[in-house]
């Protein structure tokens, strides 16, 4: 059975930081798309960040939604089954429920509807 699990996320003062963490079990994770997505309340789900596999000269390639591009920053650890989401320079605007998604493929949709596996989602709340 396929499964993401996250953690972190809480609440922070703006400008302060916070890192999220998604692992995934069930397959090997390693060179699947996988990335963030984020929702606010009485708004759609939205991409935040991706991370994906482009060859073993080139290793993994990123994208960023503008919104957070210069202050959230993701990655993965060696093994490429737990991809982190470091988020500097937190905005109100940031708060949300933020999801861990993955699906096979050269890259991560940006669309929601699109995505295989999501993660149980954690509240990120930062206070103005």
């Known amino acids: 059975q396929v499964e993401l699990v996250q953690s972190g996320g809480g609440l922070v003062q703006a400008g302060g930081s916070l890192r999220l963490s998604c692992t995934g079990s069930?397959?090997?994770?390693?060179?699947?798309?996988m990335g963030w997505f984020r929702q606010a309340p009485g708004k759609e789900r939205e991409f935040v960040a991706q991370i994906y596999w482009t060859g073993h000269t080139t290793g993994y390639a990123t994208g960023y939604a503008n919104s957070v591009k210069g202050r959230f920053t993701i990655s993965r650890d060696s093994a490429g089954n737990t991809v982190y989401l470091q988020m500097n320079g937190l905005k109100s605007e940031d708060t949300a429920v933020y999801y861990c998604?993955?699906?096979?493929?050269?890259?991560?949709?940006?669309?929601?509807?699109?995505?295989?596996?999501w993660g149980q989602g954690t509240q990120v709340t930062v206070s103005s």
């Open positions: 069930g397959r090997t994770f390693s060179s699947i798309p």
């Open positions: 998604a993955a699906k096979p493929g050269a890259a991560l949709p940006t669309g929601p509807k699109y995505i295989d596996y």
